[in-house]
């Protein structure tokens, strides 16, 4: 990983931000993590950078604005911005809903800290550059 990897993660859930923020530094120093409790916090922040994302984890179920709502406003003017689809939530209307709205990637979360780590460092390892979303790629699986 090269330095200066920044990653948003978007969650309403203070315990969820904080098990990833662990996540995340055990994986790797090098990565910049900056964290939002709602979709209006993570777009003001893509709006006005720096810093700039590499790769967006995002939320679904947030009250306010949904994670699909989110995705949706990120869409209009982040169109290459790579934004995985972060939720307890693995049944097929809702990562169908994700990709069809323009989502990278779909994860399910974890409750087991090995699990949703090798989630995590997958999701980061991927050549956002080239990968291209399809029904045979787009989720994780554990």
């Not at 203070?14 to 409790?37: G, M």
């Not at 604005?65 to 972060?86: A, I, N, Y």
């Not at 699990?115 to 989720?139: D, Y």
Request: charged share 20%; glycine share 6%.
């Amino acid at each position: 990983m090269k330095a200066g990897f920044t990653i948003f993660y978007t969650d309403d859930d203070q315990d969820d931000l904080e098990f990833f923020r662990e996540i995340i530094e055990s994986i790797d120093a090098n990565v910049s993590l900056v964290t939002h409790t709602n979709g209006d916090q993570l777009l003001h922040a893509l709006n006005n950078p720096p810093p700039q994302p590499h790769l967006v984890f995002l939320d679904i179920n947030m009250p306010g604005m949904t994670g699909f709502e989110v995705l949706k406003k990120v869409r209009q003017s982040h169109d290459s911005l790579p934004v995985v689809m972060f939720s307890t939530s693995g049944d097929d209307e809702t990562i169908n809903k994700s990709r069809q709205l323009g989502a990278s990637y779909y994860v399910t979360k974890s409750g087991i800290f090995e699990q949703l780590k090798k989630s995590i460092e997958h999701a980061i390892s991927i050549n956002w550059g080239s990968f291209i979303p399809t029904e045979n790629n787009f989720v994780y699986s554990y």
